[in-house]
């Protein structure tokens, strides 16, 4: 009998959107990590040990958790969205490759889930319709330069751009500045998308011309969408908008 | 009693990656419209009429889903993958734009998917933990130019790229082109995953560098992702090796 580890992405926070993989894999757990606000997604169950972090100790939660299946247990190690896009599955093949060498004999899972993007994107229409990037705007672990540079890169090429941690407590400048940079690139009508907890109970979106988009909106539930040149908006009457970038691309100018 | 669409991500292929949300849209539905191979995957249900039609039909297919939905019916139009990534809900918004105005108050739903880069991502490691982009490599609709441009701007920025449509009995030659650039911006060590037919019975992936990467095992089934300078392979004895992106980005250089 060996241990397991499970990281599992439960998507945007409702059930209508944890895929069967993702339910098997939290029932078969004998242990479940994770930062306390996504633990508490998931209903408790009879037997199994729940050991909730904080946010930002992704490195100790990743310790933790393989810890646990080296000793046997079979562990699932939960993440909003995907784990695998900004969240724990890069955090936990990080103290694989600088842990143990029996850590890289456990058996490992990464298990998928709907990301932030793609959930904001289908309650708007389809804004990642054609080519795009997804950019974290954290520069807790990349320098600022870097993140300019990306921006710049992306919006020059024409790629639609999701924007990940967009604003926090302790980065309350970085947004602002960012869409600063973009109006250099993209002219002010280019929709820009603002997504907040989609699949939630408070969930909201707003699509507003990057010549207005202000950092109002934005929190750390927030998911930004920034069109491309090519990104087009369709009214409705009493509804909200739909916004979308077709798939061919018109944009070829340098 | 009004009709319904709902734009349907069926995720990788196989039933654990469906949604709760996207079986029960399949369920409501009272016609199915999709292309023949997607559609093959909803079992079929009594009193569901079945629409199957051709690859390269999007928006003929897309049309039709809105007229059925316009004359009261409620319509699932399903998509592999992710409706909203590289399929069908950018046709849908691109007809409703062009379409009669009846169509904008349509009620319309996507409903998202587990896209192949997010399942490609999770069988191999966390190649997407840090910033990405997704970039067809289709030149059906967009000329060979930009996506060059694109490949240029992504790699030049530090970006790790998802490659969707890298080939086709009608476009043999782009994908090699596509790494023959890519190395000019990357070294030869870079990792470059290959996933074929994710969550099907038939499923494969692959690493091999950048250096050494080759068009051959590559079809219409595969997604390839090319990483980025900080893209980290980690060597597993008598597994697939784990390859991943840090959360913290070492690459500053221009």
Same mark, same amino acid.
């Given at each position: ?38 633990? $508490? ?52 093949? =990080? ?5 143990? =060498? ?39 672990? $990349?320098?600022? =330069? ?30 602002? $500045? ?24 408070? =969930? ?34 009493? $509804? ?15």
């Amino acid at each position: 009998m060996t241990g397991r580890l499970a990281v599992v992405g439960l998507g945007p926070g409702d059930a209508r959107y944890l895929t069967p993989e993702a339910g098997a894999a939290l029932a078969d757990a004998q242990a479940l990590y994770g930062y306390a606000p996504y633990l $508490k997604r998931v209903p408790p169950r009879p037997g199994q040990a729940r050991h909730a972090s904080d946010n930002r100790e992704e490195r100790a939660r990743a310790a933790a958790a393989l810890k646990g299946a080296a000793a046997g247990t079979r562990v699932a190690l939960v993440s909003g969205g995907d784990p695998g896009v900004f969240a724990m599955a890069a955090a936990v093949c =990080e103290e694989i490759e600088h842990g143990p =060498e029996s850590w890289r004999a456990l058996d490992l899972a990464v298990v998928p889930g709907i990301t932030a993007m793609l959930a904001v994107a289908a309650r708007i229409g389809a804004p990642l319709g054609h080519d795009f990037c997804a950019l974290s705007l954290s520069d807790n672990l $990349k320098p600022w =330069e870097l993140i300019e540079r990306r921006l710049d890169a992306a919006a020059g090429a024409g790629f639609v751009i999701a924007l990940y941690n967009p604003v926090s407590r302790a980065r309350p400048w970085q947004l602002g $500045k960012s869409l600063e940079r973009l109006r250099r690139h993209l002219p002010a009508v280019t929709p820009v998308v603002f997504g907040r907890a989609i699949g939630r109970p408070d =969930e909201s979106i707003s699509v507003v011309p990057l010549g207005e988009a202000d950092t109002a909106p934005a929190d750390m539930a927030t998911l930004i969408i920034v069109g491309s040149r090519d990104t087009r908006v369709i009214p409705r009457a009493g $509804k909200t908008p739909l916004v979308y970038t077709p798939r061919a691309a018109v944009e070829v100018s340098a």
